[in-house]
């Protein structure tokens, strides 16, 4: 949470339990230069300050400009551009100058700034974005790139058709893409432009292309985050067959996430893309909401709890 001179705030620190306080506070500090660390917790009277969750949150609560901050602007060049960066403060108070509260250490292009990191420090680690590679051009694929870049996806578009792959058709997309999609897709693996946090969703509408994208996917030893592709549960089974006979694995097969979204996926493609985001969302972790991510027979993501 982050508040400047004027007062104005961007993000925050919970689900608005303590806010006001926590603005208060940091006014405060910007004002006086002092930093201090403050708890919450649940508890206190009706209409207090309070965790009505019932957790805790510890804040430290300080002024930041780049005589406190050591490498603030290279860091903050470094986030745009994606690439990893550290900050690190000391959050208690020690002996030694270098255990001050609130003393920084910022990594950032190749760089080191402040004092040197140590294992007590409040860390944050930046890293690149992770991508979203979308291949076709329909209104499913722009609402996808809409939604994934809400989800906070570099995404890209890739079709082979000029006059359907356009930035003003997909102002969502942080890239478009004319080309071959499985010669794209091929180009980005090979110059190790994907990695395990890669999402590629296959969305072109016509066999032959979908097939060629998916074997390239999934038949390499590059591992990837999530292979999904678009299309009825008919569909997703003659493409299954299709990529067995191209010579697919069975262990290949079960990355793939076929027909994608959640099982009541909507028509519409703005309901399609809220389905696929929402899948994305649930198969980042074991349980979600106390539902358990289960794979059905054709990779279709099923919600049982």
């Given at each position: 949470m982050a508040i400047d001179v004027r007062g104005d705030v961007a993000g925050g620190v919970s689900g608005g339990c303590v806010e006001a306080d926590a603005h208060a506070r940091a006014i405060r500090a910007v004002t006086t230069g002092i930093a201090e660390r403050v708890e919450y917790g649940p508890g206190g009277e009706l209409g207090g300050i309070s965790l009505t969750c019932g957790g805790r949150i510890e804040l430290l609560v300080e002024?930041?400009?780049?005589?406190?901050?050591?490498?603030?602007?290279?860091l903050c060049e470094a986030v745009a551009a994606g690439k990893p960066a550290t900050a690190a403060v000391t959050v208690t108070d020690g002996a030694s100058p270098a255990q001050r509260l609130g003393q920084r250490?910022?990594?950032?292009?190749?760089?080191?700034?402040?004092?040197?990191l140590h294992?007590?420090?409040?860390?944050?680690?930046?890293?690149?974005?992770?991508?979203?590679?979308?291949?076709?051009?329909?209104?499913?694929?722009?609402a996808m790139a809409a939604m994934?870049?809400?989800?906070?996806f570099a995404v890209t578009v890739c079709d082979q058709r000029p006059v359907f792959t356009t930035r003003a058709r997909f102002p969502g997309a942080n890239e478009v893409v004319v080309a071959r999609p499985a010669e794209f897709l091929d180009s980005e693996i090979r110059h190790g432009r994907v990695d395990d946090r890669t999402v590629v969703l296959v969305m072109t509408h016509a066999d032959g292309v979908d097939v060629e994208v998916l074997q390239r996917a999934l038949a390499g030893d590059q591992v990837l985050g999530f292979v999904g592709a678009l299309g009825s549960a008919a569909t997703a089974q003659r493409r299954r067959e299709e990529l067995r006979r191209?010579?697919?694995?069975?262990p290949a097969l079960r990355m793939l996430v076929s027909p994608v979204g959640l099982g009541a996926a909507g028509r519409l493609p703005q309901e399609v893309a809220v389905s696929v985001a929402a899948q994305l969302v649930a198969g980042g972790h074991a349980q979600t909401g106390g539902a358990e991510r289960v794979l059905g027979p054709t990779g279709a993501m099923l919600l049982q709890g």
């Open positions: 002024r930041v400009d780049e005589s406190t901050f050591p490498g603030l602007a290279e250490c910022t990594i950032a292009g190749g760089r080191l700034f402040g004092i040197p294992d007590d420090m409040l860390r944050v680690e930046f890293g690149s974005v992770p991508r979203m590679l979308i291949l076709g051009s329909t209104p499913h694929v722009a994934g870049s809400f989800l906070g191209r010579g697919v694995g069975e």
